[in-house]
């Protein structure tokens, strides 16, 4: 059975952490970014994992993670 393909999009967007969840980066940080107070920008800098409802959808593209 012929080796199978990681979705190279999702891949750059997620991570494996240890225990098996899928860590990401937050949306709304990339423009826009003077009306955002200092705190929600600060926020947004930190990581935070993928909801159990999209984990099986994001498993299924990473399947070597």
Avoid: C, Q, W
Wanted: charged content about 40%.
């Amino acid at each position: 059975m012929p080796k199978m393909k990681t979705r190279k999009a999702a891949a750059k967007r997620f991570k494996a952490t240890g225990t098996g969840e899928f860590k990401r980066s937050k949306a709304f940080k990339s423009h826009i970014l003077e009306k955002k107070s200092p705190s929600r920008k600060r926020n947004l800098r930190k990581a935070s994992l993928v909801s159990k409802s999209d984990h099986e959808r994001v498993a299924r593209m990473l399947p070597y993670a």
